[in-house]
């Protein structure tokens, strides 16, 4: 009998998403520490649904994962192109595919620190304000040149 080994893979898409860089009033940058992966810090970012604008979906993710609501934020400046990054294989998975692929927006945030509760995503362990070369030299390695665009264009 013919033993077939079926292959496991994942799709080779991107998955479409929305990331915000919110500053204070000193210049520094909202960075989150992941929940599960102590060090490794983020700006806030997901997916985009079917049908959603980036701005929309932007403003969602924000309240999702920081608690900070629409107006405790001003629109300051979209980035000009999508940005992508590739997944380790071991991170791959059918939701988010080979990599994803982000909107990025800069905004100016208005509100007070007691308005910054993680939201109710509980991805993230804590948050902090932090200069933009610091979280960008502290975010995961596949991530760092996006990041390092980002920093370079706003």
Known sequence: MKQTHKKTSHPQ???AGVGAIILNENGQVLGLERKHIPGAWQ??????????APLEAVMREVLEETGIEANNLELLAPASRWLAYELPEEARNEKVGRGQVHRWFLFRFKGSDEDITLGTGKEFRTWRWIPMAELVSNV????RPVYQELAEHF
């Open 13 to 15: 898409t991107f998955r």
């Open 43 to 52: 700006f806030p970012q997901g997916g985009l649904k079917q049908d959603e």
């Open 140 to 143: 995961v390695s596949f991530k």
